[in-house]
């Protein structure tokens, strides 16, 4: 596939004007219903189509028993049915000329051997038919320009700059919900699951490739094809900034990584070198992917590692400069005119140094 | 002064049956007025004798011109006068038999020699007239089995285990907040402010001694002195966990704690192996301090290292996975009952390893 090619159709999964969902259902705490509801919730303005052979009406929508019975083109299928019932339903999507879906039905590679050859099967279905899919075993995603949360409950993030990408379900959607709840303007969240087709990095590129994502994020566990990896996040990185929280860097973590999307977690130095050498802004905590991609969102990128710090309360001022002075940022004195400058604002036996103090008489 | 006698005049610190508030003032903003209506807004049940020589209601309390022409015995003074003013009212205060002040006006050490000068003279008199004081330029104490709140603002705490001492007023109540927002039970907090008489330390043994006090977290910025300081912390944290925060490892942070309020930061490291030595738990962050003390305060101490971790998600798994081996801590193998039993709750494809993901069948 060319890139032309896969940037038209992540266009679909992320613009479509209409989508399928393969297994809505009315029962609440199903898959089917909570994804059905979310994206009725977030307020999606396109074509919803719900599929359901056994419900007529899916959330006051009206549903079809099977996909074919629907009598509009579809630019988006997002599949919720048993893993099972994957292959036939893949194979419904290419009849009905659908070449993006998400597969958020899990029960494959993650489960052992069997699930990996379905896996395999569906793979090959999606190649064959000139489809591309993000999962199984993803919890969705989202396109806030386009008021699409197709995730288990809506998270009403506000629109703006950031890109997620998360090779965790739980971990992405706290990340979103962090996101949301802080007003840091989001542009796209996608959940990879198990990277059956489309890996990480192809969601790397297309977030690099849309002009409205000004900011990346990534929480990654294991990259298989790290040249193509590499390659990409430095075309990328040349226009915007990368962030990535590098999971499993443990043994048990690694081991547990593994167990997780099946994915190998590799050597945890081997991945902090490729960052450095790629230029993305490597993390340890998902806290940390927070407040970072919140700074480089809502903040410009600041031109130096030269630091000032003005504090009410000294104790800050040495906490901030400690935990500056420990990320390589470098605390200038201060020049004459600045001093000057602060002479006029602040009491007269201020310190007169970085960080500022702003002093206050007791009475 | 004796160790009993010490923990004598710090009883009437904590637990006042009365106190004065020299400087108490109706006019808002005014540390008079935060501090009167502070401990009127928590609810301290002891007698409160407000004086200032302008005002004749303060908070709708009578007030009173002098400390003399108070009729009852007074346990605690609180000094919220303008530096100048401190030694006459500390002489005033040795005059009625008070034993015990906070003073939390600031303008001596911190601002340069004149008010260095000040500070040794008000130390002098409270020595001479056996008084002991916290600060000058302190923020306050807190004792919440007594209902009294001697800061800016009433933070609401709920009663328990915790004990808070801290060289930074502004950070220390940033704590005592967060601890009041989490519901961690708290004791007492103390903002040692200059430390001109009474010690880091001094509050460190009197926590120690008192059996109200579980868990004792510490803000430091500079010790005077080391060898006292060692030896009381030995004895404490054979009783009960003690966590500190040293700041001021960086020469930038060291030279903004030494303006703050006077102190020495010293060698981070000489502080570290101190920490280890005397059995005392360091931590990095304000957030770090207060996790571990509300995980102490509210939690049993952990018998050993080993950890079991379970995770709806497996990216927390992975996440808490590479936090715990980071920390020294163990994720042992899972023992043939313990994943026996769990065989019986679980999918049956669950990873049968530690950390335990609880995974979910997408249907």
């Given at each position: ?13 992320f ?25 009725l ?16 009406i ?8 099977r996909l ?18 994957i ?38 279905i ?21 008021d ?8 009403g ?19 979103m ?75 048990r973590?690694?081991?547990?990584a ?29 806290y ?6 919140g ?48 002479d ?20």
């Open positions: 596939m060319s890139k032309k090619d896969l940037m038209d159709k992540l266009d679909l999964m613009f479509p004007k209409s989508l399928a969902i393969i297994g809505a259902s009315n029962v609440p705490g199903k898959w089917g219903s909570m994804i059905t509801t979310s994206i919730g977030k307020g999606y303005k396109g074509k919803i189509f719900p599929v359901n052979p056994k419900q007529e899916i959330s006051g929508l009206k549903a079809y028993p074919d019975a629907i009598p509009e083109d579809i630019d988006l299928a997002i599949l919720v049915i048993p893993a099972r019932l292959p036939d339903a893949l194979r419904d999507c290419i009849t009905k000329d659908i070449h993006a879906a998400v597969i958020i039905t899990s029960g494959f590679k993650e489960t052992g051997k069997a699930g990996a050859a379905l896996e395999e099967e569906i793979t090959e999606a190649k064959q038919g000139d489809l591309v899919f993000i999962g199984p075993n993803t919890m969705g995603i989202a396109s806030e320009y386009n699409l949360e197709a995730i288990p409950a809506p998270m993030a506000k629109e703006g700059g950031l890109g997620i990408i998360s090779q965790s379900g739980n971990l992405g959607l706290q990340i919900q962090w996101v949301a709840h802080k007003e840091i303007g989001l542009c796209f969240y996608a959940g990879t699951g198990n990277e059956a087709l489309l890996k990480a990095s192809d969601l790397l590129a297309y977030f690099g490739y849309r002009d409205e994502v000004k900011v990346i994020a990534m929480y990654i566990e294991g990259i298989e094809n790290g040249i193509e990896f590499k390659e990409i996040a430095r075309q990328v990185t040349k226009k915007k900034p990368v962030i990535a929280l590098k999971a499993g860097r443990s043994q973590g690694s081991k547990a593994q167990s997780h999307t099946g994915s190998m977690a590799g050597s945890f130095a081997a991945y902090s070198a490729m960052f450095k050498q790629t230029g993305i802004i490597q993390v340890r905590t998902p940390e992917l927070l407040n970072v991609a700074a480089l969102t809502n903040l410009p990128v600041p031109r130096s590692n030269r630091v000032g710090i003005m504090s009410l309360g000294g104790g800050w001022g040495v906490i901030a400069a400690d935990e500056c002075e420990d990320a390589g940022l470098v605390l200038p004195d201060l020049s004459d005119d600045i001093i000057k400058d602060l006029t604002h602040l009491p007269e036996f201020w310190n007169r140094s970085n960080p500022i103090d702003i002093v206050g008489e007791g009475d």
